[in-house]
């Protein structure tokens, strides 16, 4: 009985098409549970001081910002190993590079952020 095809040719190409197809998967920049939920710049998120959040280094220009301080009238944040600061007013915002982060508000020691790249 000959259908053309060597039963292990058949496996080899399809363990070559699932490979194929599972690697383009990982090469897609996607937010993980591992990298966290703010990861590709478009996140709401409660924070009380001090906090680290990751974001995407290559599209951020750093790897994570730390919100190192709340308080009713300002939250103090930096980014880049701390060559970045700025702080602002709940309402306000604050860009690093391409990524705002907009403090929505505060209640007691904790801050409601969100962020958002500002180019795609």
């Known amino acids: 009985m000959s259908t053309g095809m060597r039963r292990g040719t058949a496996t080899t190409v399809l363990t070559l098409t699932m490979a194929s197809t599972l690697g383009f998967g990982l090469m897609t920049p996607v937010a993980s549970a591992a990298n966290g939920p703010c990861y590709d710049g478009r996140c ?14 290559r599209k951020f220009g750093f790897g994570s910002l730390k919100i190192t301080s709340i308080s009713s009238r300002s939250v103090k944040m930096s980014a880049a190993g701390g060559s970045l600061t700025a702080s602002t007013s709940p309402g306000g915002t604050v860009q690093f590079n391409n990524l705002k982060i907009w403090v929505k508000s505060v209640s007691g020691h904790k801050a409601r952020l969100q962020l958002f790249p500002t180019r795609p």
Do not use: D, L
């Open 44 to 57: 709401k998120i409660t924070v009380s001081a001090p906090k680290t959040i990751k974001v995407n280094s």
